[in-house]
Each structure stands twice: as structure tokens, then as C-alpha cells.
């Protein structure tokens, strides 16, 4: 005799957050694929400096699915941060509200990486003699500059649970000891503002779009708390 309540694994994966993590496997697949036909998705759907050839607005949106087709393990890691602290969250605050977060940081986190890049072209322009809009005209290598994947999501995610649960003991990684959730998201905080202040050589990494996740989700939890939407759940 089959017992019916028996769920499978996927079963118990919230709705909105399964079906996260299937539309970004599933868009890194195509990824891969679909160049073999001449069609780049990255080139098509990632984040694009503002004003170069290739820019869109819609990228804002679509950025936050793509990501890097060199390996496996950024879009493994992002899923798996969805997917360790996103069913959380979708389970107290209900699916909508979560997709709401989710795309919220996601855009969010895309026009901090927006602004950063426009700061640095325009002191660059300055330091030059040049107009930005000018150096932009003259300067096609901008439009080869992309930013893709869901980690200011994932930040924003990490940051909401901090907030709604402050004191669960997790596991930072390669320390075999429980560090409280809030003390992780500071460290990572600071861990990334500090990344993208120093600006090294070699490093691909968008931190301050992980940073604008989190800024994003700060103010929306905070929103949410202010017009009691959240379920009282929040002491950061």
C-alpha cells in the first residue's frame, strides 16, 4: 500500500523558489547551447553599460538569469543560496511577496553596478579631457563590459533572513564552528565593500552590485516591517 503524503524533494521546494532555480539552470543550459546557432544570449540578455551598442533597459531584468558559462559552479552556488535560505523566506512571507524580493534586489543590485560603472567612466572621461558621452562614442571596448548572474538576489536573500532570523547558528564556510546568521551578513558586508573599494586586478567579481542586493532589501524588509507586512519579523 503507497502512502500518498510522501512528497518528493521537489515537492518540498516552494513554488516561487523551485521555479527560480529551474529558469536559471535552464537560461545557463541555453547559454551554452544556443551559441552553437548563433545566437549569444549573454551578449543579448546581460547587463550592458549604459549607452553602448548592446544596452538595454530590459537587461536590468534579464541580467539576474544569465550567468557564466566558463563553469559550473556560479550558477551552482547562486541556486544553492536560493534554495538554502529562499524557500525560508518564501514560507513567511508567501510567494509573491518573496518573488517580489527577489526581482526587487536583482534590479536593484543591477543599477547599483549601473552607477558604479558610470562613475568610474566619468572620472575616467574627466581625468581625460573628454565628455563621458564622448568617450563612450570613441571607446567600443564599453560594450564588452557585462555583468551577469543572481548573486544580488542571493545577497539581498541572505540579508532578509538575517534579518528575520538574526540569531540561527549557521556554518561559515572551512570555519567548523556556528557563527549567528546577522555577525555572517555583517561580515560579508564589509567583506564586500572592501572588495569593491580595492578594486584588484583580475577581479571579474561585481561586488558592489552584491552590495546594492543587499541595500535594496534592507529598505524593502524595512518597508515591509513599517506597513506590518512581514509577520513581525524583523529585529536586525
Given at each position: 500500500m503507497m502512502n500518498q503524503n510522501n512528497s518528493g524533494f521537489l515537492d518540498s521546494i516552494p513554488m516561487v523558489t523551485k521555479n527560480l532555480i529551474i529558469i536559471n539552470l535552464l537560461f545557463w543550459v541555453a547559454s551554452l547551447v544556443l551559441p552553437k546557432i548563433g545566437i549569444?544570449?549573454?551578449?543579448?540578455?546581460?547587463?550592458?553599460?549604459?549607452?553602448?551598442?548592446?544596452?538595454?533597459?530590459?537587461?536590468?531584468?534579464t541580467y539576474m538569469f544569465m550567468h557564466d558559462t566558463h563553469s559550473f559552479s556560479h550558477v551552482f552556488f547562486n541556486m544553492f543560496g536560493v534554495y538554502m535560505f529562499g524557500r525560508i523566506l518564501e514560507n513567511v512571507w508567501g510567494s509573491k511577496r518573496f518573488l517580489i524580493f527577489y526581482m526587487v534586489t536583482g534590479i536593484g543590485a543591477g543599477i547599483i553596478q549601473e552607477l558604479v560603472w558610470l562613475y568610474s567612466v566619468q572620472s575616467f572621461a574627466t581625468a581625460n579631457g573628454v565628455s563621458l558621452g564622448q568617450l563612450v562614442a570613441a571607446d567600443?571596448?564599453?560594450?564588452?563590459?557585462?555583468?551577469?548572474?543572481?548573486?544580488?538576489?542571493?545577497?539581498?536573500?541572505l540579508l532578509a533572513f538575517a534579518m528575520l532570523f538574526p540569531n540561527v547558528p549557521l556554518f561559515f564556510m572551512f570555519i567548523p564552528i556556528p557563527i549567528k546568521a546577522k555577525y555572517i551578513v555583517v561580515f560579508y558586508g564589509l567583506a564586500e565593500l572592501f572588495m569593491g573599494v580595492a578594486n584588484y586586478n583580475g577581479d571579474s567579481v561585481a561586488h558592489f552590485a552584491h552590495l546594492g542586493g543587499m541595500i535594496f532589501g534592507y529598505f524593502l524588509v524595512r518597508y515591509w516591517k513599517k506597513k506590518g507586512l512581514n509577520n513581525g519579523r524583523c529585529v536586525f
Open positions: 549569444d544570449l549573454v551578449q543579448l540578455f546581460g547587463l550592458h553599460f549604459p549607452g553602448v551598442r548592446d544596452f538595454y533597459p530590459f537587461q536590468l531584468v567600443q571596448s564599453l560594450n564588452y563590459l557585462i555583468t551577469v548572474g543572481a548573486s544580488g538576489s542571493v545577497f539581498g536573500i
